[in-house]
Nanobody
Framework: QVLLVESGGGLVQAGGSLRLSCAAS??????????VGWFRQAPGKEREFVAA????????DYAESVKGRFTISKDNAKNTVNLQMNSLKPEDTAVYFCAAQWFAAKAYDYWGQGTQVTVSS
């Protein structure tokens, strides 16, 4: 069974930065042939898309609300996906989840349990 594990969340002041990382457990699992995305869910709100990267080709996509502030990247050697978050705002406060979608799937197949990001004003 594949489990995704997020790390790097925490408390930061507005304007600060955090770097989230997503790794897959499972000895032989790799992110090749997957799109890996980050989502977030704030209290009382729906889960929303933040950013994604296609492992093959490296295409990235971002939500409008984070463009220019967040950068998603993949580390082939470590089989991880990172989300660098700069210029954080209080409205970025949420639980952040990573997820993986096989290239031929219509939905994300695997999800992590989330990491809390809190931005104080």
């Amino acid at each position: 069974q594949v489990l995704l594990v997020e790390s790097g969340g925490g408390l930061v002041q507005a304007g600060g930065s955090l770097r989230l990382s997503c790794a897959a457990s499972g000895r032989t699992f790799t992110f090749s042939s997957y799109t890996v995305g980050w989502f977030r869910q704030a209290p009382g709100k729906e889960r929303e898309f933040v950013a994604a990267v296609r492992w093959i080709g490296g295409r990235t996509d971002y939500a409008e609300s984070v463009k220019g502030r967040f950068t998603i990247s993949k580390d082939n050697a470590k089989n991880t996906v990172n989300l660098q978050m700069n210029s954080l705002k209080p409205e970025d406060t949420a639980v952040y989840f990573c997820a993986a979608q096989w290239f031929a799937a219509k939905a994300y197949d695997y999800w992590g349990q989330g990491t809390q990001v809190t931005v104080s004003s």
